[in-house]
């Protein structure tokens, strides 16, 4: 095993900062919902709002950081192991058999981590940033009679709105199982934490990319 530089400081807080932001929207929302009662209700509106103009900021940062960086390749999923992911988590993890593949510094998701974050970062996100900023300026727009949603009631927006917070709460229910899969129940998370992970160094690639993501210690 080799200690391998895989999250680079922005990735990292990125990835936190997005963590707990959705984590604190879910609680102001459902209190907008009337689900839970926390903050009482005016409350709950403004710290929504003021969340949320902070997590449009940082997808802002983060689009611009996955251009700069390349990092939205790793995104693209690959379809070559996607059946043998598949029975990995559903039967081969149970029996102690081995990741079918391997994680690399350059290849760091399995088919299917690339393509439910594909489905995260152009359905679920884009639903609520789009609801939200309907459900947000709504009024407004009313008032300056723009007729692009003139025909959407409220109703509808606040639906779609809630719509993508279930499905982003089940996205991350899933994500935080998913994490205790790794080498060990904690490795993923001390991951992303640290920035370093132990990989297989039998990997013949990985040691490639390691000598290329050395070059970016400095970043840290
Ligand atoms: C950029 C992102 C977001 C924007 C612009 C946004 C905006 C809004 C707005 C304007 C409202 C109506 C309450 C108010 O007037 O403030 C609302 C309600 C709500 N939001 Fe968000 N929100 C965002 C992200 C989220 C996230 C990530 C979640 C949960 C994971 C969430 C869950 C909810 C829920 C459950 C409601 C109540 C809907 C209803 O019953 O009417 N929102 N949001």
Do not use: C
């Amino acid at each position: 095993m080799q200690r391998v530089y895989i999250y680079r400081r922005f990735e990292r807080f990125w990835h936190w900062s997005q963590a707990m932001l959705i984590f604190f929207l879910a609680l102001t929302g459902f209190e907008v919902h009337d689900s839970i009662h926390l903050f009482g209700y005016e409350k709950a509106v403004h710290y929504h709002r003021v969340a949320s103009w902070m997590l449009l900021t940082l997808i802002a940062f983060s689009i611009f950081w996955h251009f700069t960086t390349g990092e939205w390749k790793q995104y693209i999923p690959s379809f070559s192991k996607f059946s043998a992911q598949i029975r990995y988590y559903t039967i081969g993890m149970f029996k102690g058999e081995p990741h079918p593949t391997h994680k690399t510094a350059r290849n760091k998701l399995n088919p299917l981590q690339a393509i439910t974050y594909l489905g995260f970062k152009l359905v679920m996100a884009p639903l609520i940033v789009v609801t939200g900023l309907l459900y947000m300026f709504y009024r407004t727009i009313d008032a300056n009679q723009m007729v692009i949603i003139s025909d959407i009631p409220l109703e509808v927006i606040a639906f779609l709105h809630t719509l993508g917070a279930y499905l982003i709460l089940m996205f991350a229910i899933i994500h935080v199982y998913m994490t205790t899969t790794g080498s060990t129940p904690l490795s993923n998370i001390k991951a992303m934490l640290t920035g370093y992970e132990d990989l297989d160094e039998s990997n013949e690639r990985q040691s490639k990319d390691t000598s290329i993501l050395n070059q970016h210690e400095d970043e840290k």
